[in-house]
């Protein structure tokens, strides 16, 4: 069972931002608990706060986040490991070695994943169980819908970001692999972060809603 920090880590990661009630009202427990683990991280310099007006008569509402320093937290998927050996496979195999390797990870990874989905009895329900498996592998997914933009599933974390910059078209084998498991045309689209939130990447799922 994961520890209740780390619970409000996942949490703060993947909503931006959010007063203690809020985050009581997700994870459960105390009022109290709930910010006493918030002033943890914040004096381990995991977690910053910040004062948002309220919109009635009050005092200005705190708001926690996630501090510069909690991104090391978060898995990369060995990085400089990775860039290294795709690297080294390029100067023993040639230019394109890099990219098969890529390709095949991928497709292995839609194999291990694919028998786990074929129990499901709908496309939603397909696509919920990829969200956990995406989120089990540290991508912090989630699905979502609304009746504008559709069913989705949102990612606030890539641990193969730094691979996919120097890789580009590992987005594209990645992506083929999810629109093979799920059977349906996926839309990849990056949100920048801002007020709204922060930032994430939404793969819309045509067959469910997504808008031209």
Same mark, same amino acid.
């Given at each position: 069972?994961?520890?209740?920090?780390?619970?409000?880590?996942?949490?703060?990661?993947?909503?931006?931002?959010?007063?203690? %009630?809020?985050?009581?009202?997700?994870?459960?427990?105390?009022?109290?608990?709930?910010?006493?683990?918030?002033?943890?991280?914040?004096?381990?310099?995991?977690?910053?706060?910040?004062?948002?007006?309220?919109?009635?008569?009050?005092?200005? @509402?705190?708001?926690?986040?996630?501090?510069?320093?909690?991104?090391?937290?978060?898995?990369?998927?060995?990085?400089?490991?990775?860039?290294?050996?795709?690297?080294?496979?390029?100067?023993?195999?040639?230019?394109?070695? %890099?990219?098969?390797?890529?390709?095949?990870? $991928?497709?292995?990874?839609?194999? @291990?994943?694919?028998?786990?989905?074929?129990?499901?009895?709908?496309?939603?329900?397909?696509?919920?169980?990829?969200?956990?498996?995406?989120?089990?592998?540290?991508?912090?997914?989630?699905?979502?819908?609304?009746?504008?933009?559709?069913?989705?599933?949102? @990612?606030?974390?890539?641990? $193969?970001?730094?691979?996919?910059?120097?890789?580009?078209?590992?987005?594209? $084998?990645?992506?083929?692999?999810?629109?093979?498991?799920?059977?349906?045309?996926?839309?990849?689209?990056?949100?920048?972060?801002?007020?709204?939130?922060?930032?994430?990447?939404?793969?819309?799922?045509?067959?469910?809603?997504?808008?031209?």
């Amino acid at each position: 069972m994961k520890t209740s920090w780390v619970n409000v880590l996942e949490e703060l990661k993947r909503s931006g931002g959010m007063p203690v %009630p809020e985050l009581q009202r997700r994870l459960g427990g105390s009022y109290m608990g709930v910010k006493d683990q918030c002033e943890a991280l914040r004096k381990r310099g995991f977690v910053e706060t910040w004062r948002v007006p309220r919109t009635e008569v009050g005092r200005p @509402e705190i708001m926690y986040r996630l501090a510069p320093k909690a991104e090391g937290l978060f898995p990369d998927a060995g990085k400089e490991l990775s860039l290294g050996l795709l690297e080294a496979a390029r100067q023993v195999y040639g230019d394109t070695a %890099p990219e098969r390797l890529l390709l095949h990870y $991928f497709q292995q990874l839609g194999e @291990e994943w694919r028998p786990r989905l074929q129990r499901a009895k709908s496309l939603v329900e397909k696509a919920t169980l990829l969200s956990g498996l995406r989120d089990k592998v540290g991508c912090f997914s989630r699905c979502k819908y609304d009746p504008q933009r559709g069913f989705r599933i949102e @990612e606030y974390h890539h641990p $193969f970001r730094a691979i996919q910059e120097v890789f580009p078209n590992a987005i594209q $084998f990645e992506l083929r692999m999810m629109e093979e498991l799920l059977g349906s045309r996926v839309v990849r689209k990056e949100v920048p972060g801002g007020r709204g939130g922060p930032a994430r990447v939404d793969y819309e799922i045509a067959t469910l809603g997504v808008r031209e």
